[in-house]
């Protein structure tokens, strides 16, 4: 997962994980939110392909489905082959999830001792009802989870404080410089877009706030452990925040 000896990992932007190995791991956090995207309601927020692409098969569902079994397949022949190859990526999965899984449980509460203790703001209720193991509306939990930690890493962290952050470089700035600024403005835009739309929350300080730590928190996992780190761990916290905090 991460290639911290090379020098190419070292002066990239994308940090010290490996990309292509971490697409490979949230894979099915992917496929998993779309499926789930047929059986509920739910939808990320900055979800914007599976619409289009919805549209695109004439919003049959049926080919909806197959296309991404036939997706589902495609991943599990390439998890053999690289198997048979001795090359897959998977040896340290475990250790990625249990990482993840603890910086999901301490993020949260992090995130408020720094606002009520340093920053001096009180977080709101983020206004979500505690949800029982068979409540009918655990399943939109898990699907906004995984739509969440998927497509909120993917444009967030890989796309906006990647992008960013080369661009920064290749005009001069300092690494250290860029990285911290393109985190910044990653985050900052997060924060934003919580509150962007009719299905946006309405504006709170302390919730913009709350977030944009919660932005720099998935920026700093992102930039030193991986994006497969971030996914799960943005993921793991979104759902317990929704279904059992």
């Not at 606002?115 to 409540?135: F, H, K, N, Q, T």
């Not at 497509?151 to 860029?178: D, Q, T």
């Not at 996914?231 to 317990?240: E, G, P």
């Amino acid at each position: 997962m991460r290639t911290r000896n090379s020098h190419a990992s070292r002066s990239s932007a994308l940090g010290y994980g490996q990309v292509t190995s971490s697409l490979l791991l949230i894979f099915p956090l992917f496929l998993a939110y779309e499926i789930g995207l047929l059986l509920t309601p739910a939808k990320s927020g900055v979800d914007f392909l599976s619409r289009r692409l919805f549209e695109a098969l004439g919003r049959d569902s049926s080919a909806y489905l197959n296309l991404h079994l036939a997706l589902g397949a495609a991943y599990l022949l390439l998890l053999t082959i690289l198997w048979r190859r001795n090359s897959l990526f998977l040896r340290g999965v475990g250790t990625m999830l249990l990482e993840s899984s603890i910086y999901a449980l301490t993020l949260g509460s992090f995130i408020i001792f720094v606002m009520d203790g340093l920053v001096g703001l009180e977080i709101m209720a983020l206004g979500y009802p505690r949800l029982s193991m068979w409540s009918p509306e655990l399943g939109n939990a898990l699907v906004i989870s995984l739509g969440a930690g998927v497509h909120e890493e993917l444009i967030f962290r890989l796309g906006m404080m990647g992008a960013s952050g080369f661009i920064l470089i290749r005009l001069g700035v300092s690494r250290s410089l860029a990285i911290v600024c393109a985190a910044v403005l990653s985050s900052a835009l997060f924060a934003m877009a919580h509150h962007v739309g009719v299905n946006g929350d309405a504006f709170d300080m302390s919730l913009l706030v709350y977030r944009g730590i919660a932005g720099l928190a998935f920026a700093a996992i992102f930039y030193y452990r991986s994006l497969a780190h971030a996914v799960y761990c943005h993921f793991l916290y979104d759902f317990y925040v929704m279904a059992l905090a």
